[in-house]
């Protein structure tokens, strides 16, 4: 298990090992939809964020 932080609200999000960019996981804190960006280091994104281009 890998451990980011919620770009919304800065809590822990834990991330499975065997995901890949492009994963969607979801913040059990505020339940934001998120995006992973980057694995290494792990970057969340909001999913919002991407769709905005
Ligand atoms: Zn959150």
Redesign the pocket.
Known sequence: MQKSR??????D?IVDDESIRGDMVN??????D?EITVLHPLLLTKIEDELAN
Do not use: D, E, M, T
């Open positions: 919620c770009p919304i609200c800065n809590s999000v913040c059990s804190n505020c339940g934001s998120l």
